[in-house]
């Protein structure tokens, strides 16, 4: 037992060089959990505020002004923290304090307990003693909201090593992909730059299909078969792409615009010709039911809700009645605070819904989020394949591979 002695917080800079808040909690005056919150860019509608008007300074003045109401707190009584932090905001949204400030403050404080029990943060989530590692599922070409004009409209092609056997296996083969991608890419065009979008995948100018099928290749070239050793996912963020007036799809940098019905079939094609293994956000946020004809379709392929769930326990549970998904992304800060999303993980679970825990396009160089991962026996861990706050989640798991409790890969 370790009671908060100190709660101090500063303004850094995420991935993208926005600013962004970074927590401090200490037990005993010792034990020091440090979080930097990370950001979205894009954002579900019904997400947590990242900072009250979208100022940083302002959750910092918050934290430093209230830190009383948490210091004399367990830093293992995550509920108690939580009420803390509801007792400061009790919107829905965490409009008033950030949700930025929610993520930070939480885990930390869950990172502070662990560090005072001398036990790992993942054992200190769980009550479970056996775990098994999350598949890492990572972007490899990157369009959308994440990369600039020319790129693919669709925001993420990833890969997931689907046949490996242990997590160092998993890492390398997603690495080796993603290198082969490079080298395919500047073979189809002498003017690639190597530029890279916001999550590490290469951005090069090319429209959606194109670029599904030189990933595909890059698999092939390596001897890889689709769904063996390996498999392609794509998050479509469709939202970005929703019109709400026209009532449609519109692709801009492709050029043609899907209705409703298009839009299903325009995904189904993908997944069928792809041979996916994963597909996140196939349709705009709130079309529940067109979610739900793709599940029902693909019962095998993990159809996944990202801004569909937004983290949201009640909204999640709109989509378990309307049968929306067989999965559903976990992103902390879309929640607010690790409360939040551990019992939106225990809804999940309740539910059969299996869990990819995900970071966000801005990131910090934490790796909290794999153990968030491992002790929410997520199915993958989507946190990208190169840069280095993306290789700093992938490196922790390679740390934690040398833990007796963590033992073989998930079962997707
Ligand atoms: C995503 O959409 O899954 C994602 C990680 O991007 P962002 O953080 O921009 O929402
Ligand atoms: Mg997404």
Redesign the pocket.
């Known amino acids: 037992m370790s009671k908060i002695s100190s709660i101090e917080g500063r303004i850094l800079y995420n991935s993208r060089g926005s600013k962004t808040i970074e927590i401090d909690v200490k037990s005993e005056g010792k034990f020091l959990g440090r979080v930097c919150a ?7 509608k019904y997400e947590a505020v990242s900072f009250p008007n979208e100022k940083p300074e302002e959750s910092l003045r918050i934290i430093q002004e209230n830190s009383q109401k948490f210091i004399g707190l367990e830093s293992s009584d995550l509920k108690g923290i939580h009420d803390a932090l509801k007792s400061l905001d009790n919107s829905t949204n965490y409009s008033k304090i950030g949700g930025a400030l929610a993520f930070a403050v939480t885990i930390a404080a869950m990172e502070s307990a662990s560090k005072a029990s001398g036990q790992p943060l993942f054992k200190t989530l769980s009550s479970e003693s056996s775990f098994k590692f999350p598949f890492p599922i990572g972007n490899i070409l990157g369009g959308g ?2 990369a600039g004009p020319g790129t693919p409209d669709i ?2 092609i990833l890969i997931c090593a689907i046949g490996s056997k242990t997590i160092e296996d998993a890492i390398e083969t997603n690495l080796a992909v993603h290198k082969e991608l490079r080298s395919v890419l500047e073979n189809e065009d002498s003017s690639f730059t190597n530029g890279r979008g ?2 590490g995948g290469w951005a090069p100018k090319l429209e959606n299909q194109k670029a599904l099928e030189i990933s595909a290749k890059a698999c092939e070239n390596l001897g890889f078969t689709l769904g063996k050793e390996v498999s392609l996912g794509v ?1 479509f ?1 469709s939202s970005t792409q929703w019109n709400e007036e026209k009532q449609k799809y519109v692709y801009d940098r492709s050029g043609f615009e899907n209705s409703t019905g298009e839009q299903i079939d325009f995904a189904a094609n993908i997944i069928e010709k792809y041979k996916l293994i994963y597909a ?2 196939a349709v705009h946020e709130e079309a529940f039911e067109d979610m739900a004809e793709l599940t029902a379709k693909f019962p095998n392929i993990l159809i996944t809700g ?2 569909l769930t937004v983290t949201s326990k009640n909204i999640l549970t709109k989509a378990i009645d309307s049968k929306s998904c067989n999965a559903a ?1 976990l ?1 902390v800060n879309q929640a607010g605070s690790l409360y939040d999303a551990l019992e939106f993980a225990s809804v999940a679970h309740q539910n059969n819904i299996k869990l990819i825990t ?5 990131e910090s160089t934490d790796s909290q989020i794999s153990h968030i991962g491992i002790a929410t026996k997520s199915k993958m861990l ?1 946190v990208g394949v190169v840069g280095g706050e993306r290789i700093a989640k992938l490196n922790e798991l390679l740390r934690l591979s040398e833990h007796d409790l963590i033992r073989g890969m998930a079962e997707i």
């Open positions: 990370p950001s979205g860019a894009s954002v579900g909201a994440h925001q993420e916001d999550e998050d963020a996140e956000d990202d801004d992304i992103k995900s970071h966000r396009s801005g989507k």
